[in-house]
């Protein structure tokens, strides 16, 4: 399995910017799809953005234009730039990774949360 640990998250006004990351125990780099998904009190978690393991993207229409996902591939870390936040973005965010062949596009289930098998512990971001 890999350990999963997220940061970044906290409190800010409609219209400000967070950047998330989520450092991994192991070299994500050509094995691993990596995604972005969040939780609001009440709702299902939803998928914001993902990234496999060859670099194709796929964003959530919430959240197009606004979030940025990269991968630092050096220093195993995930992230999520945030801008323009609006108060329906509010949830805790968690990021996942699943095993992913780098031949491979897996744009169309990157945003699923049962293809995911390994899960960081969230971290709270707030808009208001």
């Known amino acids: 399995h890999v350990q999963l640990v997220e940061s970044g998250g906290g409190s800010v006004e409609a219209g400000g910017s967070l950047t998330l990351s989520c450092a991994a125990s192991?070299?994500?780099?050509?094995?691993?799809?990596m995604a972005w998904f969040r939780q609001a009190p009440g709702e299902e978690r939803e998928g914001v953005p993902g990234?496999?393991?060859?670099?194709?993207?796929t964003y959530a229409d919430s959240v197009k234009g606004r979030f940025t996902i990269s991968v630092d591939n050096a220093k195993n870390t995930l992230y999520l730039q945030m801008n323009s936040l609006k108060p329906e973005d509010t949830a805790v965010y968690y990021c996942?990774?699943?095993?992913?062949?780098?031949?491979?596009?897996?744009?169309?289930?990157?945003?699923?949360?049962?293809?995911?098998?390994?899960w960081g512990q969230g971290t709270q971001v707030t808009v208001s």
């Open positions: 996942a990774t699943r095993s992913c062949s780098i031949s491979v596009s897996y744009r169309q289930t990157l945003l699923r949360q049962r293809e995911y098998s390994d």
């Open positions: 192991v070299s994500t780099y050509s094995r691993y799809c």
């Open positions: 990234i496999d393991s060859g670099g194709r993207i």
